[in-house]
């Protein structure tokens, strides 16, 4: 049995971790994107579906099919959800235009959202409660791996074949996967009676969120920041969010059950963990476009650009767990969003000569990027930790998912406002720009006119890029004074244990 369950588990950190990689994959395979799908560079809108779309459905999903699990077992839901995974991969390897590319990545993104929770269920049926945080902990090692080495397994994947690779060499990887599940993974739903699920209440979330999302994309940003029916969807959305939250205070099954948890601290750390996402994914699309357009790199450079985030990251996270453990988890939180939020200050500031720029000897963005790194990294092993300090043992699984799910919440809404907002702002600064002809004048006339255009199209990318790293670091800055609201734990402090009737969970 103990053989077959490091199996088990090890099947369930695999797609966890196959899941999280193509979570991050396409930020850093837009230029090949882009090209293949024949989508005019001044158009950028267009891609932020294919972005969101994933992540929508990985939220959206990610506590419902969790519940499912318990009612109906981990094998099942597993293999369904991988056999899905491999449908959506299928869909989006063939995509040949927009619509198709975003429904392959929304189907792999509701697949994908379920693999996390239900495997770290799977963690909680085989082993017993005090070996079982080191158990989750490999499992959420796991998932942070992915936004570690998605974007350089995207970018390495598509330079050497193809982007569509990428998604093709996810069907032997889920079929080894499923094979694995069959042979390890218990059959069965367990022992004791059937627990409920909590359909209204994800429906309510997957509407609410599914709302914004559709409610802030902008086709023709050049006209205004939102959509015609930008303000009424964002209405409803925000209004289906308020019925979610109502409905789980009221309700007898819940995808979170907060009964006996101190409310406010968690969150709290929810929503600093929502705001790191947030500036997370800001990180890892616009350090991609500001390499490509302003630097004039191809998708791999781009890629080796963020290397100097993406080192930093996990340095700083094993940092931030070791900092947690002597001094609690809410000084590490805090300085992590205030170092985040200088970092992003530096890179809005990033000059026009930004290759020759340093400090000294040190190359100026190499420096910025690793500063930023370390403020975020510092950030995921307190959120962790702090959120498993609020709830009892029995529903750690929960507990940490729903770390990830303010995560990615944070990613898909602060993907979509701010590149509503950025695309806007970058038609505007552009409005008034018209490119040269080439009649009437001679060439080197034309050539010079054509610098001069070239020169302020540039300017206007660096403006766009410059306010959304100004406002990612007030959200950096928002989420210090979070964690700050998060309050010292004290060692060994369990709060108090819920009733049998509401150890009801999304794991």
Not at 67 to 84: E, H, I, N, T
Request: with cysteine; charged share 15%; proline share 6%.
């Amino acid at each position: 049995m103990s053989g077959r369950r490091r199996v088990a588990i090890g099947a369930g950190g695999a797609v966890v971790l196959l899941a999280a990689l193509d979570a991050y994959v396409v930020t850093t395979i837009l230029v090949p994107v882009i090209k293949d799908l024949g989508i005019p560079v001044n158009r950028l809108e267009r891609l932020t579906p294919i972005l969101s779309g994933f992540l929508l459905g990985y939220v959206a999903a990610m506590p419902l099919l969790g519940q499912l699990s318990d009612r109906f077992g981990r094998r099942p839901v597993l293999q369904a959800c991988l056999f899905f995974f491999g449908v959506g991969s299928v869909v989006t390897a063939l995509a040949h235009v927009v619509p198709v590319l975003t429904a392959g990545r929304v189907v792999q993104g509701i697949a994908g959202g379920a693999l996390l929770p239900v495997t770290m269920a799977l963690a909680g049926d085989l082993w017993e409660e005090r070996q079982r945080p080191v158990v989750l902990g490999a499992v959420g090692a796991a998932q942070e791996l992915g936004s570690v080495l998605g974007p350089l397994y995207g970018a390495g994947i598509a330079a050497a074949l193809d982007w569509r690779a990428i998604f093709w060499l996810n069907v032997p990887l889920v079929a080894a996967a499923m094979a694995a599940v069959q042979y390890a993974v218990p059959g069965g739903r367990g022992q004791g009676p059937r627990p409920g699920v909590d359909l209204i209440g994800g429906l309510l979330l997957a509407l609410g969120l599914s709302l914004l999302v559709v409610g802030v994309y902008n086709p023709e940003p050049a006209e205004s920041a939102l959509p015609p029916w930008g303000p009424p969807l964002v209405g409803a959305g925000a209004l289906a969010l308020i019925m979610f939250v109502v409905w789980e205070v009221r309700a007898r099954t819940r995808l979170l059950d907060l009964a006996g948890v101190r409310r406010g601290p968690l969150l709290a750390t929810l929503g600093v963990s929502l705001l790191s996402g947030a500036a997370l994914m800001v990180t890892l699309v616009d350090v991609v476009l500001v390499a490509k357009t302003l630097l004039g790199k191809d998708s791999l450079d781009g890629a080796l650009v963020l290397t100097r985030f993406l080192v930093a990251l996990p340095v700083a996270a094993v940092a931030g767990g070791l900092v947690a453990r002597r001094v609690g988890e809410r000084w590490p939180m805090a300085a992590g969003m205030a170092i985040a939020a200088v970092g992003y200050l530096l890179i809005a500031g990033w000059p026009a000569d930004l290759a020759g720029a340093s400090y000294g000897p040190l190359p100026r963005m190499d420096v910025d990027l690793v500063v930023t790194g370390l403020g975020l990294g510092l950030v995921i092993a307190p959120v962790s930790s702090a959120v498993l300090g609020f709830v009892p043992a029995a529903r750690h699984g929960v507990a940490s998912a729903s770390v990830v799910v303010a995560r990615m919440m944070g990613m898909l809404l602060g993907i979509s406002a701010l590149s509503a907002w950025g695309f806007h702002r970058f038609h505007m600064l552009t409005a008034d720009l018209r490119p040269p002809l080439p009649f009437g004048i001679s060439d080197a006339e034309f050539g010079r006119r054509l610098k001069v255009y070239d020169a302020a199209v540039r300017e206007a990318l660096r403006t766009e890029y410059q306010e959304i790293f100004w406002i990612t670091a007030a959200m950096c800055l928002v989420g210090a004074v979070l964690a700050m609201a998060v309050g010292a734990r004290r060692d060994g402090a369990e709060p108090p244990a819920a009733s049998e009737e509401s150890l009801v969970s999304a794991g």
